[in-house]
């Protein structure tokens, strides 16, 4: 008689039973990194909101105009810029300010790029060939000069700071999109939905797109400073966010005037921006590896 020999079989992941948004989740809060970073943005995000509220001051009121830039103390804990205004209250509203013009701006490039890159991409052929010509076009086209001339030509407005910055960072979020939608249209269940009669809209909608979700959320969270970069270097210029008010790039350049007399009024609104963008760019890195399909636990 022969004797079968019973293997033992391997336990399955404790992981297996999660849903692939609850893995992406586990997998984002195994990155210490990329939570801390989102633990800094929800809590900058936070004091941005409620700060100007909670202030004594108002953005652009002077307590102490007659002394002028005054160190970090009780009454000012973080001092006071060269006009006398509280430079934590100011530092929150620039904040507010910076992460709206960030988000809103974002807002517009993921919609211009989405659009774009889907439709060359499912277009193929000439049209892809023809649309991906003008987005090359485009790419040699000097950006920071482009927006600067919007920004002179149609006057100095938040809503156009949103449109300009947003018009001109959507290349990238086109040519992302157009390489997800040109690798998923070629397989098997984009061919079954086909001949079960879908639409090339519905087609899109319901199944392409959704499955490049996760390179489009990554690469929007790596937009997102991008943009605040752009934003701090128009508002440097002074051509962006006007005075009275205030933007983390308005603050750093005003700052830039009086480092030496006053060094606090550089070192707080920088550390606050970089911290900022280094948030964002740990938490799109975390991102990026959470939603990577090709890794398993």
């Not at 893995?23 to 990329?34: D, G, P, S, V, Y």
């Not at 000097?142 to 290349?171: D, H, K, N």
């Not at 157009?178 to 809209?201: H, N, Y």
Request: aromatic share 10%.
């Amino acid at each position: 008689m022969t004797r079968e020999t019973s293997h033992p079989i391997a336990p399955a992941s404790p992981r297996a039973h999660l849903s692939p948004g609850r893995l992406a989740w586990e997998r984002l809060k195994a990155n210490r990194m990329a939570m801390a970073g989102l633990v800094f943005l929800i809590l900058f995000s936070s004091a941005c909101v409620v700060g100007p509220w909670l202030s004594p001051y108002a953005f652009h009121e002077q307590p102490r105009i007659a002394e002028g830039a005054v160190p970090p103390g009780a009454e000012h804990w973080l001092g006071t810029d060269h006009r006398g205004r509280d430079l934590a209250t100011r530092l929150f509203y620039g904040g507010r300010i910076s992460l709206l013009v960030g988000l809103l701006a974002t807002a517009v490039s993921l919609t211009i790029g989405v659009l774009y890159g889907a439709v060359s991409g499912f277009a193929g052929g000439k049209t892809d060939s023809l649309m991906m010509r003008a987005v090359d076009i485009l790419y040699a086209l000097p950006f920071t000069v482009f927006v600067i001339l919007l920004m002179v030509f149609f006057g100095r407005s938040l809503i156009l700071l949103f449109l300009a910055i947003g018009a001109v960072e959507w290349l990238t979020m086109a040519r992302i999109v157009r390489g997800q939608i040109l690798s998923l249209k070629a397989m098997a269940f984009v061919e079954a939905a086909r001949t079960l009669g879908q639409r090339p809209g519905r087609l899109l909608s319901r199944h392409l797109l959704p499955n490049a979700a996760g390179a489009i959320i990554v690469y929007t969270t790596l937009t997102i400073p991008n943009v605040m970069l752009l934003e701090a270097f128009v508002s440097f210029l002074g051509l962006g966010v006007q005075p009275p008010m205030s933007s983390l790039g308005l603050l750093i350049n005003d700052g830039a005037t009086s480092m030496e007399a006053a060094p606090w009024l550089l070192l707080v609104p920088g550390l606050a921006f970089a911290m900022t963008l280094f948030s964002f760019n740990f938490l799109g890195d975390g991102l990026r590896d959470a939603l990577d399909p090709r890794i398993r636990d």
